[in-house]
C-alpha cells in the first residue's frame, strides 16, 4: 500500500502570526526593554547618589511634570513641530535634486562636492544668530537651521544610492535603447530609496536639533524657549520634561519614516528582514 501523501499541518494563518510575533519583538520588546533600562539606570542614580531634584529629578518627577505642563506642551509643541517639517521637507526637495545633479554631471559633483563639506562644517549655533539678523525671530531662522543640519544626510545618502548601482543593470538598461533620463528613473532611482530612506531618518534627527538650537538663540514660543526659560529658573523639572517631549517628537518622526519606508519600498524591507532572519539560502 502507498504511504499516504505528506500534508503539511501548518495553518493558513501561521505565517501570518509568525510575522506578527516577530514584529511585537523586534518593534515593541526590544525598544520598551531599552526605554526600561535606560529609565531604571536613570531613577537609581538619583537614588543611590541622593540627587536633588533642582540638580537631577526622578524619571517620575519629569514625566509628571510633562502632564501637569500639558497646556504649556500643546502651545509650544505645535511651533518646534512645524519649523522640524518645514526644515526637514526642504532638505529633502533641494537634497534629492542636488544628488540627482551631482550624479548626472561629474563636472557639477567636483563643484558641488566643497561646498556640501563647507557647509558640514560650520557651527550652526554661531550661525543662527546671523539668520535672526537676517530673517528676524519669526519662524524663517529656526527652519533655515533645521534644513541646513538636515541637508547633508540627505545628499549624501541619495547620491550613494544613485551611485550605487551595478554597470550590468545600467547596460541592460541602455542596451534597450533608453535615454539617460530614462537610465535614471528606471535604475539608478528605484535603487537609490533604500539609502535615502537611511539618510532620511538620520536628517529628520538634524532637523529635530536644529530646530531646538534656533529657538535656542532667539524665539518667544517653541520646546528650545522653554528650555532656556527653564534654565533661565533653574527649574530642572520643566527642563527635563522638556527634553522628554523633544525626544518623544524626535522618536516619533524617525519611526513614521520607518513605516514610509516599508510602504514605499516592502521589498527591500521584507529582504532584509528575511536576511535578519537566517532564511536567505
Given at each position: 500500500m502507498a504511504a499516504p501523501a505528506h500534508t503539511s499541518t501548518k495553518r493558513p494563518g501561521g505565517r501570518f502570526q509568525a510575522g506578527f510575533r516577530r514584529f511585537l519583538t523586534a518593534e515593541v520588546l526590544y525598544p520598551a526593554v531599552a526605554v526600561a533600562a535606560l529609565l531604571t539606570i536613570w531613577h537609581?542614580?538619583?537614588?543611590?547618589?541622593?540627587?536633588?531634584?533642582?540638580?537631577?529629578?526622578?524619571?517620575?518627577?519629569?514625566?509628571?511634570?510633562?502632564?501637569?505642563s500639558s497646556d504649556t506642551f500643546l502651545t509650544h509643541a505645535p511651533?518646534?513641530?512645524?519649523?522640524?517639517?518645514?526644515?526637514?521637507?526642504?532638505?529633502?526637495?533641494?537634497?534629492?535634486?542636488?544628488?540627482?545633479?551631482?550624479?548626472?554631471?561629474r563636472a557639477m559633483e567636483k563643484i558641488v562636492s566643497p561646498i556640501l563639506v563647507f557647509l558640514q562644517t560650520i557651527p550652526y549655533i554661531?550661525?543662527?544668530?546671523?539668520?535672526?539678523?537676517?530673517?528676524?525671530?519669526?519662524?524663517?531662522?529656526?527652519?533655515?537651521?533645521?534644513?541646513?543640519?538636515?541637508?547633508?544626510?540627505?545628499?549624501?545618502?541619495?547620491a550613494a544610492g544613485m551611485n550605487a548601482v551595478e554597470n550590468d543593470m545600467i547596460d541592460m538598461v541602455r542596451s534597450m535603447s533608453a535615454s539617460k533620463w530614462q537610465v535614471f528613473w528606471k535604475s539608478r532611482f528605484p535603487n537609490s530609496l533604500p539609502y535615502f530612506f537611511s539618510g532620511a531618518?538620520?536628517?529628520?534627527?538634524?532637523?529635530t536639533s536644529g530646530a531646538i538650537v534656533g529657538e535656542y538663540v532667539g524665539a518667544d514660543y517653541g520646546l528650545g524657549y522653554?528650555?532656556?526659560?527653564?534654565?533661565?529658573?533653574?527649574?530642572s523639572?520643566?527642563?527635563?520634561?522638556?527634553?522628554?517631549?523633544?525626544?518623544a517628537i524626535g522618536v516619533g518622526f524617525f519611526w513614521l519614516i520607518h513605516w514610509l519606508e516599508k510602504l514605499c519600498i516592502?521589498?527591500?524591507?521584507?529582504?532584509?528582514?528575511?536576511?535578519?532572519?537566517?532564511?536567505?539560502?
Open positions: 537609581l542614580t538619583v537614588v543611590l547618589l541622593d540627587l536633588r531634584a533642582t540638580f537631577l529629578p526622578a524619571p517620575a518627577t519629569a514625566f509628571s511634570k510633562v502632564f501637569r511651533v518646534t513641530v512645524f519649523e522640524i517639517v518645514g526644515g526637514f521637507t526642504l532638505s529633502i526637495v533641494l537634497g534629492v535634486a542636488t544628488a540627482f545633479v551631482m550624479v548626472w554631471s554661531s550661525v543662527a544668530p546671523l539668520l535672526i539678523i537676517w530673517f528676524g525671530f519669526n519662524i524663517a531662522p529656526k527652519i533655515v537651521v533645521s534644513f541646513l543640519m538636515s541637508y547633508f544626510p540627505i545628499v549624501v545618502a541619495t531618518k538620520i536628517a529628520v534627527a538634524f532637523a522653554l528650555i532656556v526659560l527653564s534654565n533661565s529658573d533653574t527649574n523639572e520643566l527642563l527635563f520634561a522638556t527634553i522628554i517631549v523633544v525626544s516592502p521589498w527591500h524591507v521584507a529582504f532584509r528582514e528575511e536576511e535578519s532572519h537566517g532564511r536567505i539560502p
